[in-house]
């Protein structure tokens, strides 16, 4: 069973609020990932991470922003919400030793009035 | 570039087999993969085959890789309704940054 947990579950919010999503592995893997899932079920990367102080974008443009300070800890920031950011959140993370399974946390659904 | 793409919705009587299809562009792929997601929750390894394998078998999913038309298929013996959910296919390029392109999902749906 993979130990990767996000928080919050669910999450109801205004226009113009700011928000973090929480992701946090316990596997110490070093890279790991942020998708979002589009109601027709395609995932887009648009965040990873390679270990401590390694962030890039991924292939779909973002305005949320993410930090690796710490291993374990990978959260996602929107600084102003909007409507058009309302979707699920997947966090994942993969040990480069394997066969590169990445492990997903649960996801944030998300929605922005 | 990378692709993967996939039928979106399949759907089987209980009992029945069912049989997902996924294509790829990247013929420098090498591990290929199927992912399971179940409504509210997020992905889970099902099974993975190696780009020099052509079938892999373990319990009632069977993977066949047919590298020169690049297509992979999960086949799922005696469906049950647990399995209704959405089957994802992925990737590994060794030199994609995003190390997994995933397809679009497909949505499996086991009527009694």
């Known amino acids: 069973e993979a130990d990767i947990y996000q928080t919050p579950r669910y999450l109801v919010i205004g226009t113009g609020k700011k928000i973090t999503l929480e992701c946090s592995q316990t596997?110490?893997?070093?890279?790991m990932y942020w998708y979002q899932q589009d109601p027709g079920m395609e995932l887009h990367l648009i965040h990873y991470?390679?270990?401590?102080?390694?962030?890039e974008k991924g292939d779909l443009s973002s305005e949320s922003t993410v930090s690796r300070i710490r291993t374990e800890h990978f959260p996602l920031t929107l600084e102003s919400a909007r409507p058009s950011h309302t979707s699920q959140y997947l966090c994942?993370?993969?040990?480069?030793?394997?066969?590169?399974?990445?492990?997903f946390g649960p996801g944030t659904r998300l929605t922005v009035l | 570039g990378e692709d993967v793409e996939q039928s979106l919705f399949l759907s089987v009587r209980e009992g029945d087999s069912s049989v997902i299809n996924c294509t790829y562009t990247?013929?420098?792929?090498?591990?290929l993969y199927w992912y399971k997601q179940e409504p509210g929750a997020g992905l889970q390894l099902l099974t993975y085959?190696?780009?020099?394998?052509d079938m892999k078998q373990d319990q009632r999913l069977t993977v066949l890789l047919n590298k020169k038309d690049k297509h992979l298929s999960l086949r799922i013996a005696d469906t049950q309704t647990g399995d209704s959910a959405i089957y994802f296919c992925?990737?590994?390029?060794?030199?994609?940054?995003?190390?997994?392109?995933f397809g679009s999902g497909t949505q499996l749906t086991v009527l009694p």
């Open positions: 994942a993370s993969s040990d480069p030793g394997s066969y590169n399974e990445q492990f």
């Open positions: 596997m110490g893997h070093d890279k």
């Open positions: 991470s390679y270990g401590v102080n390694s962030t």
């Open positions: 990247d013929s420098s792929s090498t591990y």
């Open positions: 085959i190696f780009s020099n394998m």
């Open positions: 992925a990737e590994r390029s060794p030199g994609s940054a995003r190390q997994l392109t």
